[in-house]
């Protein structure tokens, strides 16, 4: 057979581009090689030797051996006041590990607090995701010049502008991505949960609105478990130090890149969120005497780096630790998941349970709501079996917090966020049968489960399961929709001061119908 004429040319009109795409990738990721190392080791240090954050806690530690002392972390504005004390109140080390640090007031108070840490001889240790660290590059390569600090960027993309291409080169180890969020000071205390650094997840600052999540604070066991945990990962061969990939600035351009924080800082509505962190901090989030705390067993789950090269088997994934960490619910389970893929295999895990009696309450993000509507196409299809076998669907409403000021729950004050017109749900929080709660960054999904590294903490609390537990019922209606079945099957959305709904709020003609064939794509596995 021989091609001549149109189909010819139709040929070379695909393949040359194609050849050309193909021999681009090949070439930059030749071009751009990943560093490869070795990297000098370097590990966590001990509590320094009266250390005041240590004394903070000793009295309720000893009084309750073998147990952490635990503090929620609800409110936003809180959740970055403490971040902070902790930072001021640091003499030795400060450990931190993030998916996203953002260009934004949140993150320029982070990095003010930490030059002003290392100043005083505190040594600092950075560990970022790099596919979170958009805009950062000099930023980030300034820090790690000052004495005593170390910055690395975990799966870093050797192609620093175009991270496109880079991503198109190397796709298979640049789809998976840290997703763990923790940090350790002085040796003595730890936050980990669910938010990252920047504007998003403190304060009204971000155009898009707010993520709700929830953190903790903790003293004791649990804090060298995260020590050794952020150990592994900086010490793991994916994790580059930023000289690596990035020409450190020179003096005069870091002058002025601090430069540039400290006037962000002094523009009228950031200083007087700083003033207010500032008075917070005073007062004590985390170290004032009368601050609450928990005293329960605490237990860290997290995934091994070696997830991100596909190098470690099921049994060693978090999502397999957290089945046994949580156990089978015989009564209730509480399951909250801002992005939520059941898969075939969840829907019937979940209807299971709500078969044996189980009650089984869900809550995600709407369409209306989410930041990410592709995964919103992995979990649409999978309402109907869910509730057909008794499975309770809510999914959070962007205007739930302007139109219902929190009392409870997930956050109880949102100091300096109000007002805001669209919020996201994106705490990572279960509870099984009140006693034992999760807190974390891993999603029910399968990128979390399969691609991504996840870390969270199994806590055997009552107090603290049955505080979620029982505002689930206070708390959410008013700001989600309750998804249930009508008749013949069709689904339909209610809440309190609403006429039903029997299209998916939030969505279009449009929007329906990308989410329909977006249904049909093999793409479930890295949503």
Do not use: C
């Given at each position: 057979?021989?091609?001549?004429?149109?189909?010819?040319?139709?040929?070379?009109?695909?393949?040359?581009?194609?050849?050309?795409?193909?021999?681009?990738?090949?070439?930059?990721?030749?071009?751009?090689?990943?560093?490869?190392g070795?990297?000098?080791?370097?590990?966590?240090?001990?509590?320094?030797?009266?250390?005041?954050?240590?004394?903070?806690?000793?009295?309720?530690?000893?009084a309750?051996?073998?147990?952490?002392?635990?503090?929620?972390?609800?409110?936003?504005?809180?959740?970055?006041?403490?971040?902070?004390?902790?930072?001021?109140?640091?003499?030795?080390?400060?450990?931190?590990?993030?998916?996203?640090?953002?260009?934004?007031?949140?993150?320029?108070?982070?990095?003010?607090a930490?030059?002003?840490?290392?100043?005083?001889?505190?040594?600092?240790r950075?560990?970022?995701?790099?596919?979170?660290?958009?805009?950062m590059?000099?930023?980030?390569?300034?820090l790690?010049?000052?004495?005593?600090?170390?910055?690395?960027?975990?799966?870093?993309?050797?192609?620093r502008?175009?991270?496109?291409?880079?991503?198109?080169?190397?796709?298979?180890?640049l789809?998976?991505?840290?997703?763990?969020?923790?940090?350790?000071?002085?040796?003595?205390?730890?936050?980990?949960g669910?938010?990252?650094?920047?504007?998003?997840?403190?304060n009204?600052?971000?155009?898009?609105?707010?993520?709700?999540?929830?953190?903790?604070?903790?003293?004791?066991?649990?804090?060298?478990?995260?020590?050794?945990?952020?150990?592994?990962?900086?010490?793991?061969?994916?994790?580059?130090?930023?000289?690596?990939?990035?020409?450190?600035?020179?003096?005069?351009?870091?002058?002025?890149l601090?430069?540039?924080?400290?006037?962000?800082?002094?523009?009228?509505?950031?200083?007087?969120?700083?003033?207010?962190?500032a008075?917070?901090?005073?007062?004590?989030?985390?170290?004032?005497?009368?601050?609450?705390?928990?005293?329960a067993?605490?237990?860290?789950?997290?995934?091994?780096?070696?997830?991100?090269?596909?190098?470690?088997?099921?049994?060693?994934?978090?999502?397999?630790?957290?089945?046994?960490?949580?156990?089978?619910?015989?009564?209730?389970l509480?399951?909250?998941?801002?992005?939520?893929?059941?898969?075939?295999?969840?829907?019937k895990?979940?209807?299971?349970?709500a078969?044996?009696?189980?009650?089984?309450?869900?809550?995600?993000?709407?369409?209306?709501?989410?930041?990410?509507?592709?995964?919103?196409?992995?979990?649409?299809?999978?309402?109907?079996?869910?509730?057909?076998?008794?499975?309770?669907?809510?999914?959070?409403?962007?205007?739930?917090?302007?139109?219902?000021?929190?009392?409870?729950?997930?956050s109880?004050?949102?100091?300096?966020?109000?007002?805001?017109?669209?919020?996201?749900?994106h705490?990572?929080?279960?509870?099984?049968?009140?006693?034992?709660?999760?807190?974390?960054?891993?999603?029910?999904?399968?990128?979390?489960?399969?691609?991504?590294?996840?870390?969270?903490?199994?806590?055997?609390?009552?107090?603290?399961?049955?505080?979620?537990?029982?505002?689930?019922?206070?708390f959410?209606?008013?700001?989600?929709?309750?998804?249930?079945?009508?008749?013949?099957?069709k689904?339909?959305?209610?809440?309190?001061?609403?006429?039903?709904?029997?299209?998916?709020?939030?969505?279009?003609?449009?929007?329906?119908?990308?989410?329909?064939?977006?249904q049909?794509?093999?793409?479930e596995?890295?949503?």
């Amino acid at each position: 057979m021989h091609l001549h004429g149109l189909p010819l040319f139709l040929l070379l009109a695909v393949a040359i581009p194609l050849a050309a795409s193909a021999l681009t990738l090949i070439g930059a990721r030749l071009t751009h090689p990943r560093p490869l190392g070795p990297f000098a080791p370097a590990y966590a240090l001990p509590p320094p030797e009266g250390s005041a954050l240590a004394a903070a806690f000793a009295p309720g530690l000893a009084a309750n051996p073998g147990r952490d002392a635990v503090h929620l972390l609800m409110d936003p504005f809180d959740a970055l006041a403490a971040r902070l004390e902790l930072i001021a109140a640091a003499t030795s080390s400060i450990d931190l590990q993030y998916y996203i640090w953002q260009d934004d007031t949140a993150g320029a108070l982070m990095l003010e607090a930490l030059r002003a840490a290392a100043a005083r001889g505190v040594r600092l240790r950075l560990l970022i995701d790099d596919n979170g660290t958009w805009g950062m590059d000099e930023r980030l390569a300034a820090l790690d010049t000052l004495p005593g600090v170390a910055v690395r960027l975990f799966n870093p993309f050797p192609i620093r502008r175009a991270r496109t291409l880079a991503w198109l080169a190397d796709f298979h180890r640049l789809n998976r991505r840290m997703h763990n969020k923790a940090m350790v000071v002085d040796g003595a205390v730890t936050v980990l949960g669910g938010r990252n650094i920047g504007d998003d997840y403190f304060n009204r600052f971000a155009p898009g609105g707010l993520y709700m999540d929830l953190d903790i604070a903790a003293a004791g066991p649990l804090v060298p478990a995260v020590a050794t945990q952020f150990d592994r990962y900086w010490n793991a061969p994916l994790s580059v130090p930023v000289s690596a990939l990035i020409a450190a600035p020179p003096p005069e351009r870091i002058a002025v890149l601090e430069a540039a924080d400290r006037a962000r800082l002094t523009q009228p509505e950031a200083r007087a969120y700083a003033e207010a962190l500032a008075e917070a901090q005073q007062g004590g989030l985390v170290l004032a005497p009368d601050t609450p705390l928990t005293y329960a067993d605490a237990k860290l789950v997290y995934d091994p780096p070696e997830k991100i090269v596909g190098l470690i088997e099921s049994h060693r994934m978090l999502w397999r630790r957290l089945i046994r960490a949580l156990g089978h619910p015989g009564s209730d389970l509480v399951l909250i998941s801002p992005y939520l893929v059941p898969t075939r295999a969840g829907v019937k895990a979940l209807t299971r349970f709500a078969r044996a009696g189980v009650r089984v309450r869900i809550l995600t993000n709407s369409f209306a709501a989410t930041d990410v509507p592709l995964v919103h196409s992995g979990y649409a299809h999978r309402r109907v079996p869910l509730l057909k076998r008794g499975v309770e669907l809510w999914e959070f409403a962007p205007d739930g917090e302007s139109r219902h000021p929190p009392r409870d729950f997930l956050s109880h004050r949102l100091r300096g966020v109000a007002p805001f017109s669209r919020n996201k749900l994106h705490a990572k929080v279960f509870v099984v049968d009140r006693r034992r709660v999760f807190i974390g960054s891993f999603n029910f999904d399968p990128r979390s489960m399969r691609l991504n590294t996840e870390l969270g903490v199994v806590i055997e609390a009552p107090l603290i399961a049955e505080r979620i537990t029982d505002s689930f019922d206070s708390f959410v209606p008013e700001r989600a929709w309750r998804v249930e079945l009508a008749q013949a099957g069709k689904l339909i959305w209610t809440r309190p001061d609403e006429p039903p709904h029997a299209e998916e709020p939030g969505t279009t003609f449009g929007s329906r119908l990308i989410l329909a064939v977006a249904q049909r794509l093999p793409i479930e596995w890295m949503l």
